[in-house]
């Protein structure tokens, strides 16, 4: 059983309602994404991950979805956005699906580890969920 799976989409949902989000979880085990969430300019698709070791240096999830049986890629047609838990450090990281098209695995320094974070401006980059195109930061 994947109790980590479990445990981040619970913290997930813990933590996009607490934001004020509408969130709701599609029925069975087939789909691409965890959640649909809404929070005032439309519906987001959402797969959520939970990280909690490191290896070599960096948190490390796999990304990918199974089509066929067979391990592939998420397309920007399978989800919006990929919500990633580094649950030691009780981050989150709120991916637009572009991040992620074509990977099979992600990486994600520790709080105060030096060089550069890839993905640090998504970093509790929960306001992206509300956008009306996902991306805009501010």
Partial sequence: ???????????FAHKAISLGFMVAKPYGHHHRYDFIVEGGSGFRSVQVKACAHIFYG???TSIFCRKDRLKVA????????????????ETWYVLPVR??????GLRF???GNPGRDRYAHYREAWHLLREPDGLTFG
């Fill in 1 to 11: 059983m994947n109790h980590r799976g479990d445990l981040g989409e619970a913290a």
């Fill in 58 to 60: 960096q948190y490390q």
């Fill in 74 to 89: 998420y397309t920007a047609s399978d989800v919006d956005f990929v919500a990633v838990h580094i649950i030691p450090e």
């Fill in 99 to 104: 991040e992620v098209v074509g990977r099979m």
């Fill in 109 to 111: 320094r520790p709080k």
